[in-house]
Every structure is written in structure tokens, then in C-alpha cells.
């Protein structure tokens, strides 16, 4: 076993160790939970001297990163250079919690050449000489199964970040890159943009691993579905997910101890505990719908949702004792799917969605209510990103995997998947439901 202050020695040097810190991940991880708990905004320059740079592109809030910071608070090994996001009010957002400058910039004109590249790197204080990990979770909209309707249509420019994103990994030819995306991006519909930035990481000599995961085995208390995808210069072994199912975080762990509220009201202690002033008509629907899981009865509600399949979970509650759903910037509209409270004739607070998506309450969001609703459903998850920033950590200290490592190694998506990811994932908890 080594200590915390073996692995800050390790990350320090970040050298080719012929140690194998592997088995500390566990440790290392229920250690960033607990410090993700206390988590507050780091003030300007807080973690300049630390030795590892951070560049956080398609940033958000800071989702990602976060993970990141949550270890910082046991190992002072990341340096954030700042978070790049085209959204003013997320790229501030940001840098309030980050101790950053705000960067609000389209990463498209700063992957245009190397000159564009290069004022960037320049302007946010980059070193070359400093080992380097750069996160690039681009917008997911145009890869989500919700746009299957659109799927032989012309080309989602957002699409086309994922290239832009590889140009800057091979110009800033970091240690370490990270991607996440919802699982259609590993999809038959999609694979062609993966295929050709991960073309350009091979080129630029980096070994690149995918797979899909569910954040729910890292802590979150949701059922949240992604991809993740990692590259590094030498041979590693993906994330792995820490929980079963029957040990998954569930909505009552997450918001069962905040005030309850009726529709209109708001916590006088919490800003963000507060519940959108739901028309009566809405509140009617809400109260025939059965507590704890329960579904909109049929014939009830709007009668548009009579004449469409696919709204099965509107106006759905969630339940207690279950993981949530994945959390979106709709999850104050009971009308956009099971996001009722359990018992409470409304939809859910900021407050309840930040913790669901699994953001500590110290956490501060900039912006108006449907900013912060916007951020918190963008956002990676903390928790997750907190799991693969252990891994990634652990894994660019240590020695390469054995060949009996690589064997238990968690699978690499190597195929693409259906471009019905989203009914695989039904099939997945359907399945598990019925066991």
C-alpha cells in the first residue's frame, strides 16, 4: 500500500515509473468523493504552482474539471489554465469556481491553424514543458439519439468539433487527452467523426481507448449513459465503475433531506432551492399522478400527448429509492419527462437537479434560472469525472499494464454500436428490473 504523499511524489516527478500505484484507485476515489462533498470556489492563482496543467475545452460549468479539483484537495498535482466555453455565461461560471480567466472563445477559429492555436495557448499561460491534460467534452446535441429525425440531413456543424478538438491535441501534444460524449457518438450514424480524430491521435503517436459507462457506477444518482474516451502516449487501462446496482446512489441519498416546497415557493437559505410557479392546470395533472415512481395515468393531461407514442415518462415521478433519470436543462418541466418530485406536486429545484447530476452544494452557478438549468443538465457529472481523473492520474504515474492486467481490463469499443443506443439502454434497465 502507499500513501496520498507517495502518489503527490510520483505525480510531481511524472516520470516513467516502475511503480504500480493501481491498486490505491479505490482509496484515491472514496477520498475525492468525500473532498468533492466540501468543495467552494478556489480563489485566483490557487492552483498555479501545482504541477500538471488542465485545459478544459467545450467546458461548461466546469463538470469535468471538477473531478479534477476534488483530488486536488488530497494530491495538489492540477494546475487549471482555464475552461473554454463559447457560452458567456458558462465560460464565467467557470472561471468563478476555477480561480481562472474567463475564456469565451469558439474553438473552432482557435483550431483554424497553428497561429490561432498558438496566441491561445499563449494568452492562458500554457508550458510547454509541463505535463498537460486537455478535456474536450464537445456539445452532445448533435449526437444524441433525440436527433434521429435529422440523422440523413446535412451535417451538424457541432459535429465537426470533434476534428477542431483533435488539431489542438496535436499541436499542444499533451500527456493525457480526454473526450465525453453521449453513447451515439461511438455509433454506426456517428462513427465516421470519431474515426477521424481518433486517426489523428494515432498519428501524433497516442494510444486511444473508448467505452460507454454508466454514471450511476461511479456515485452519481442517476442513470446517465456516455461515452468516454482516453488517449495517453503509452499503453493504459480504462475507468472502471466502482458500484453494482444495488449499491447505486439513489434520488432519496441525493435530495431526500431538503425543505419540502409547494409550486412558487423557495427556501429562504438556498437561492437555488426554489420551484417554478406551475400553472394550476399543471399542478392538477401532477396530483393524479401516484407518489414514488409513479406514471400519468392514461387519459389524463394534455390531450397532444394522446396522439403521440414516445411520452411515456411525462409528467412521470421520480423515485425515491431508485437512481434518476438523466438529468437534463428540462428537469423543472414535468411536461419534458419524469422529472415530478416523488411526493411533491412539482418539478424539480435547481438546487435538486445540481445534486442529482451530483454538484456539491458549494458549487456556485452564474447567471439566471435558465442558465443555471442549462449548465447543470450540460454538465458532466462531478462524480464520474471524478472517477476517470482518479484513473487517468493512477494510470499516467504508473508502470504499463501487464498482459494479465490487460486481460480484466473493462472492454474497448472497437465497433460501432446501434445507432439505437438509447433502446439498448432501456433493455439494459428493463433487465434489471425484472431480476
Known amino acids: ?44 492563482g490557487a492552483t498555479n504552482s501545482n504541477p500538471i496543467q488542465v485545459l478544459d475545452f467545450f467546458s461548461g460549468a466546469g463538470g469535468t474539471s471538477l473531478g ?48 490561432s492555436i498558438k496566441v491561445y495557448l499563449d494568452d492562458v499561460g500554457f508550458d510547454e514543458k509541463k505535463p498537460t491534460i486537455i478535456i474536450g467534452c464537445a456539445p452532445c446535441q448533435g449526437f444524441s439519439s433525440h436527433r434521429k429525425k435529422h440523422w440523413d440531413s446535412q451535417d451538424d456543424e457541432r459535429n465537426n468539433l470533434v476534428v477542431a478538438f483533435s488539431r489542438i ?55 446517465r449513459f456516455r461515452s468516454i474516451i482516453v488517449g495517453m502516449r503509452k499503453n493504459f487501462l480504462l475507468p472502471e465503475g466502482y458500484l453494482k446496482p444495488e449499491n447505486y446512489r439513489t434520488v432519496r441519498n441525493a435530495i431526500g433531506d431538503l425543505p419540502m416546497l409547494l409550486a412558487g415557493e423557495k427556501d429562504p437559505f438556498d437561492q437555488m432551492h426554489r420551484a417554478v410557479s406551475h400553472k394550476k392546470s399543471t399542478i392538477d395533472v401532477i396530483k393524479k399522478v401516484p407518489h414514488d415512481g409513479g406514471n400519468l395515468p392514461e387519459g389524463e393531461g394534455p ?6 407514442n414516445g411520452f411515456y415518462d411525462v409528467y412521470g415521478r ?35 437537479a445540481a445534486r442529482l447530476q451530483s454538484f456539491p452544494d ?7 434560472s435558465d442558465d ?14 471524478c472517477g476517470v481523473a482518479v484513473d487517468v492520474l493512477i494510470e499516467l504515474i504508473s508502470k504499463e499494464p501487464t498482459a494479465d492486467q490487460m486481460k480484466t481490463e473493462v472492454g474497448v ?12 439502454i432501456a433493455g439494459i434497465k428493463n433487465t434489471r428490473r425484472k431480476t
Not at 458549494?362 to 439566471?368: A, D, I, L
Request: negative net charge.
Open 303 to 308: 390531450e397532444c400527448l394522446t396522439r403521440v
Open 68 to 115: 479534477f479539483a476534488a483530488i486536488n484537495s488530497i494530491l495538489p498535482v492540477f494546475h487549471f489554465l482555464g475552461g473554454c466555453d463559447i457560452n458567456a455565461v458558462s465560460a464565467a461560471t467557470y472561471s468563478k469556481n476555477f480561480g481562472t480567466k474567463t475564456i469565451c472563445e469558439d474553438i473552432l477559429k482557435i483550431a483554424e491553424n497553428e497561429k
Open 1 to 44: 500500500m502507499y500513501t496520498f504523499s507517495e502518489l503527490h511524489q510520483a505525480a510531481i516527478l511524472n516520470q516513467n515509473s516502475s511503480s504500480d500505484f493501481r491498486d490505491e484507485k479505490s482509496a484515491l476515489f472514496a477520498a475525492a468523493i468525500e473532498a468533492l462533498s466540501e468543495f467552494s470556489p478556489l480563489y485566483t
Open 372 to 385: 443555471i438549468y442549462r449548465q447543470i443538465g450540460e454538465a458532466v457529472p462531478p462524480l464520474l469525472s
Open 169 to 223: 491535441v496535436s499541436k499542444v501534444n499533451p500527456d493525457v487527452f480526454l473526450m465525453e460524449n453521449v453513447p451515439e457518438f461511438l455509433s454506426q450514424r456517428y462513427w465516421r467523426y470519431f474515426s477521424k480524430a481518433r486517426e489523428s491521435f494515432y498519428a501524433a503517436g497516442y494510444i486511444v481507448k473508448q467505452n460507454i459507462y454508466n454514471a450511476a457506477e461511479f456515485g452519481v444518482p442517476q442513470e
Open 318 to 352: 421520480l423515485s425515491w429509492d431508485r437512481p434518476a433519470i438523466t438529468i437534463t436543462h428540462y428537469a423543472r418541466n414535468p411536461a419534458s419527462g419524469r422529472y415530478t418530485h416523488p411526493v411533491q406536486d412539482r418539478g424539480l429545484t435547481a438546487r435538486e
Open 362 to 368: 458549494g458549487f456556485q452557478f452564474e447567471g439566471k
Open 413 to 424: 469499443v472497437e465497433l460501432p454500436v446501434s445507432n439505437s443506443y438509447s433502446s439498448v
